[in-house]
């Protein structure tokens, strides 16, 4: 049942503001554009003066690397107990091309109880939710226990350098457990897909398209490394199976340019060389340094049948596979919560991709949970948006959330 002072908290949130909050963000451009220079300085700048504003502290701004910010806040209730961090990232990726929009990508739009733009679920909704959450506790005039950390980073969606910056510079180290409203429709997602990129370079030898047996045509072992992996990866869904919560390992050629960028393209020669960048996604029944070194004996293998075969693989990045348990506090007071504000019952669920919580449960051992609003299949697609019933409920179950792990003492 809902205490008054629960009440009390959960009126302190304002449904129209929490929709203005969204709107604007959106409305700030945060997508890095290396050609332009543009990063997420804008919104954090935005961000930070309404932290002054609204809840009258400070914010502490580090930099994770040039012109890229994270926002560090942190309200103390004065009274011991947890300490909760809301983490939340402020970069988008891009719109891609607008013409294919209904709606501007960074207007903001209301349209059939819908915030429209890029961002919108991924994630500034999430922000403004963190946001609001605080400002909940700040402004209600309820007694509460412990305290809040608002962990706003950059570069999620690249290679995470704000959540790795966080965490090395000991801003983690004191939280007790976090929350992070990624889209995921309000479910309670516990694990999360783990995640390795790769490159991959074959070589070969120019010449003309005319005179093919004078050269070496790395396209060719390209394509035999793609199919290569291909049947490695059904070998892996075999063994491994459907995760009820994660679902199925992947191994994903994004993206193959012959020849590599920066190397003009003839369509009477053949490339001297080609290159690969592979998305190659874990669940709970992998080991990821089995799974490196069996993309690495695929290679040998093929070098072995091919003496003009040469290529390497290059790992630049490893995210582990993470998951907590439905009894771990933050999970059960969050569907406690769930249930009270919305009547229903929780949905499990898993995150499909890393988050910057996969870095916070791997390196620290935080108990993290996802569970913002926002369709779980919406983001970096055209038309992007979050309804606005699910914003709000989502701002609702995370004031509870927050106010009855708090005064656990967990």
Known sequence: MISMDERQLLGAVDPDELVRLTQDLVRIDSVIRPETGGTERGVVQFIAEWIRRELALEPLLQDAAPERQNIIVTLDSGRAGPCLMLEGHTDVVSEGNREAWTHDPFGGEIADGRIYGRGACDMKAGLAVALLTAKAFHTSGVRWKGRIRLGLVCDEEGMMLGIKSFIHAGHADDVTACLVPEPEENNL???????????????????????????????????????????????????????????????TFTVIQSPPPGSPAQLNVIPGEAVGYVDIRTTLLQEHGVVRGRLRRILEDLSGVDPDFRAEIEFIEDRPVVAISRDEPIARISAEAFREITGREPLWNGVPGATDGTFLSAWRKLPCLVNGPGPRHMPHQVDEYVDIDELEESARIYVLSASRFLSSGN
Do not use: Q, W
């Open 189 to 251: 997602c516990i694990s999360m897909k783990g995640a390795i990129r790769a490159i991959v370079r074959v070589h070969g030898k120019m010449a003309h398209g005319a005179m093919p047996l004078s050269g070496i045509n790395p396209n060719t072992s390209m394509a035999r490394i793609v199919l290569s992996f291909e049947r490695y990866e059904a070998e892996e869904k075999e063994r491994c199976g459907m995760d009820p919560l994660l679902g199925l390992p992947s191994i």
